[in-house]
């Protein structure tokens, strides 16, 4: 018995290991990117992952944009966005299936010697004269 199951177990690591190298390590199939957007240029989507990696997808006009629950558009996507894409394998590699689009950061211009004078975005204090610097609201 003992025989047998180490057979087994030798059978499917070996069988395991030689899927592994036949496709280079890498999942095929449906896969997830999360990260910032590095670059978008004509019908590719450049993402950097967490490891600092930046993985190119080809976005097709069956990719769908969305950020929360609102439909979204591919000039949406901006450098330094977070985002979330679905992709698939298809004919020019990796595929966009769905991206969705991370919250827009909202801010807050304030001047620093005069935290009441605030604005939507970047300016100088009428006050002071001072540029306004960007808070997180």
């Known amino acids: 018995m003992r025989k047998a199951l180490s057979v087994l177990t030798a059978l499917t690591l070996a069988f395991s290991a030689g899927v592994a190298l036949a496709h280079d390590g890498h999942a095929h199939g449906k896969e997830a990117i999360l990260g910032t957007v590095a670059q978008v240029h004509g019908d590719h989507l450049e993402v950097a ?8 997808v080809t976005l097709t006009s069956a990719t769908t944009y969305l950020r929360g629950d609102s439909e979204a558009k591919k000039a949406d996507l ?20 769905i991206i969705r689009i991370g919250a827009e950061e909202k801010a807050v211009w304030t001047c620093p010697m005069h935290p009441e004078v605030k604005s939507a975005g970047p300016g100088k204090c009428p006050k002071c ?8 609201a």
Do not use: I, N, Q, Y
């Not at 992952?49 to 190119?56: A, I, L, R, Y």
């Not at 977070?82 to 992709?87: I, N, P």
């Not at 004269?129 to 997180?136: I, S, T, V, Y």
């Open 49 to 56: 992952d967490p490891d600092g990696k930046t993985v190119s």
């Open 78 to 97: 901006k450098p330094g966005m977070r985002v979330a894409v679905e992709t698939a394998d298809g004919k020019s590699g990796l595929e966009a299936r």
């Open 129 to 136: 004269g001072m540029f306004l610097e960007k808070k997180k």
